[in-house]
């Protein structure tokens, strides 16, 4: 895939969140959600690639899974979407809402059906160290040794779920802290992935879908994911079978998630977050804060735009 593929895919993020910035706080998640939907296909139209949506939490034809997107010319391309992680969030006026993308040869992602995965991320310091299959004090422990910390300097993401309660009450018999967050677990595993965040690693339940996208950030930063699958009943299973997983159980490790070296993963904030700035408008424009990543070079830019409505009619 061409490096500068890399910068196309910022566009596609950026008019997506600032779309969605513009209900930030006004209590409606669905029009929020819509008007990221509706500028990310827009903005696809014009991208170069043959690209077959493979993971997609929306509904909308023009971005649901299984959708062409792209002008059909360039190179074939797998993605993974998401034009609003955390619309309730964005909608309630709240932390970590973004707008992700990530895309990488046909066959790089693990497909997943639309139900909750457990993970567990950390960044390249600790790769290694950590097992889904222990419990909290174990992986705190041996994610401590091998980033040199203290165990009462471990900071640990979670969401802040009720399904959480007896995972916040084991991090916290250990010692370490705990960073929760309303929204977002893309954001925090990413974060917990970076050396300049004060996250060290990610644990809980949270969507399948975000797992992926999470895992393709991880694998550009050169850190570390773990993640087995959720069930809340007999048909999500049936669900994980008829993507043709026979060991429903299965620990999915890093390169299970996201296949190859060659992905790529943009994010813009929506609203201000772990991760990244959310949106901020001045007279006749806004700016906007992004990150676009290659596994492939591990190359990671931060893009701070200035844009000036006036001079673009779509916003």
Do not use: W
């Not at 779309?19 to 998640?29: D, F, I, L, T």
């Not at 309730?88 to 066959?107: D, L, M, V, W, Y």
């Not at 040794?145 to 399904?163: F, N, S």
């Not at 299973?237 to 190859?260: A, P």
């Amino acid at each position: 895939m061409d490096r500068n593929l890399a910068l196309e895919l910022v566009r596609v993020t950026e008019a997506a969140a600032l779309y969605a910035s513009r209900h930030m706080g006004r209590g409606n998640e669905e029009v929020a959600n819509q008007s990221a939907i509706d500028a990310m296909a827009k903005v696809f139209s014009s991208v170069s690639v043959k690209g077959k949506i493979v993971i997609s939490p929306i509904k909308d034809q023009r971005l649901c899974r299984g959708t062409e997107v792209g002008t059909g010319s360039g190179v074939s391309v797998d993605i993974v979407l998401d034009p609003l992680e955390g619309k309730t969030t964005c909608a309630n006026g709240g932390q970590n809402a973004i707008s992700a993308i990530a895309i990488g040869e046909p066959g790089s992602f693990l497909e997943v059906p639309p139900i909750y995965m457990e993970k567990i991320a950390v960044g390249p310091e600790a790769k290694g160290a950590i097992d889904i299959t222990q419990p909290p004090h174990i992986n705190i422990k041996r994610i401590a040794r091998a980033m040199g910390k203290y165990i009462e300097d471990v900071t640990v993401c979670v969401l802040d779920r009720e399904r959480h309660k007896s995972l916040i009450a084991a991090i916290r018999e250990t010692g370490a802290r705990i960073k929760l967050i309303k929204d977002g677990d893309i954001s925090g595993a990413v974060a917990a992935a970076m050396k300049d965040r004060p996250i060290d690693v990610l644990m809980g339940v949270g969507g399948a879908m975000h797992g992926i996208l999470a895992a393709a950030a991880i694998k550009c930063l050169g850190g570390d994911m773990q993640a087995r699958f959720v069930y809340v009943n007999d048909a999500e299973k049936e669900l994980v079978r008829q993507l043709g997983e026979s060991d429903i159980n299965k620990i999915y490790y890093l390169n299970d998630l996201v296949k190859g070296s060659n992905i790529m993963f943009s994010a813009t904030g929506v609203t201000d977050g772990e991760l990244l700035h959310g949106v901020r408008y001045f007279p006749g424009g806004a700016y906007t804060t992004s990150i676009v990543m290659r596994s492939k070079t591990h190359t990671i830019r931060y893009i701070s735009a200035e844009h000036h409505f006036d001079y673009k009619p779509m916003y």
